[in-house]
């Protein structure tokens, strides 16, 4: 991920066929190794292609991927047959305890002291 958040600063900066050395030295100026493995790969999986394309392409596929946040909360039980439904419990609101907040003193100095 590193290699490619540095192909795309290149991209964005204005080197349209960021090169491997391009990538490294990007790297290299915020104290980041590169994996040449990784980077030769990447490199090689771009080469010749717009970036901007690219983008869109991921795009438009990411549109299509569902994205969840649909799903309805559990359904109540059904009654059993040929009885009526219980009448439902009135729900008591938990009782929250109230938390006492830690002083500074507990821990034996203050914030601004």
């Known amino acids: 991920m590193k290699h490619l958040a540095a192909y ?5 900066g204005g080197n349209t066929s960021p090169s491997a050395s391009d990538v490294k030295a990007v790297l290299e ?13 990447l ?28 799903g309805g909360g559990g359904a109540a039980a059904a009654p059993a047959a ?7 419990e009135e729900e008591k609101p938990a009782e929250k305890e109230e938390e006492k907040e830690e002083s500074d003193e507990d821990m034996g100095f203050g914030l601004f002291d």
């Open 8 to 12: 795309l600063l290149l991209g964005l």
């Open 29 to 41: 100026s915020v104290g980041i190794d590169a994996d040449e493995e990784r980077l030769d790969k």
């Open 43 to 70: 490199i090689s999986e771009l080469e010749g292609k717009d970036l901007q394309e690219l983008i869109a392409e991921g795009s438009t596929k990411l549109a299509s991927v569902p994205s969840g946040g649909a």
């Open 82 to 88: 040929g009885g009526a439904a219980a009448p439902a």
